[in-house]
């Protein structure tokens, strides 16, 4: 399975990029990141790439790919409310248009919170929610043989998400707010 990561650098991004690097169904584990890592792996692929509204120079990046794990984010406090859309709606919306272009069987799995809803009057809430919805329709959650699902993290308690292929399932598996120590991915 080939894996697009983005938000390798963060705390939920990291523990899910460890869990891939550990797993023997992950052959390869692309990393779309601002600055490097410092990991260094035979199964990671990490571009440097700072536009995030715009992936044309990291289209090889998008080829071949079974699953991206969109776990790039913020907290709405740490932003305004302009970027924390930016950040949260529109980079998101960019990568997965470029995923259905380049990959279309593949599968988008996007980190929300709970208790997000499009029609919220919480404005991080509202943002996540329509993020999600849009993502389902734009990547099409109901086709056949697909699994397009989207995940939800709350304060990096849990997190779960399922990344299916016609020929394989693997659910990657987070607990805790120690993640980073506790990932694991099972076939």
Same mark, same amino acid.
């Given at each position: 399975m080939n894996i697009l990561l983005f938000g390798a650098s963060g705390? !939920?991004?990291g523990a899910v990029l460890q869990a891939c690097l550990d797993a023997s169904v992950v052959k390869d584990v692309r990393v779309i990141v601002r600055r490097p890592l410092g990991w260094t792996d035979a199964k990671l692929w990490e571009l440097q790439h700072t536009n995030y509204l715009d992936y044309a120079a990291v289209t090889e990046a998008f080829r071949k790919v079974d699953a991206c794990l969109f776990c790039l984010g913020t907290s709405v406090t740490q932003v305004s409310e302009e970027e924390f859309v930016k950040i949260s709606h529109d980079y998101a919306i960019? !990568? !997965?248009?470029? @995923?259905? !272009?380049?990959?279309?069987a593949a599968v988008f799995h996007y980190i929300s919170g709970k208790g997000t809803r499009a029609e919220s009057r919480t404005f991080w809430s509202k +943002?996540?929610?329509q993020t999600e919805n849009e993502l389902m329709e734009l990547v099409g959650a109901d086709? +056949?043989?697909k699994v397009? @699902?989207?995940?939800?993290?709350?304060? @990096?308690g849990w997190l779960t998400m399922i990344a299916g292929t016609p020929a394989s399932e693997v659910n990657v598996t987070c607990h805790g707010p120690r993640? +980073?120590?506790r990932c694991s991915i099972h076939v």
């Open positions: 705390t !939920a991004g960019a !990568a !997965a248009r470029m @995923l259905k !272009a380049e990959s279309p +943002v996540k929610g086709s +056949v043989g397009s @699902l989207t995940f939800r993290i709350w304060r @990096l993640c +980073v120590r």
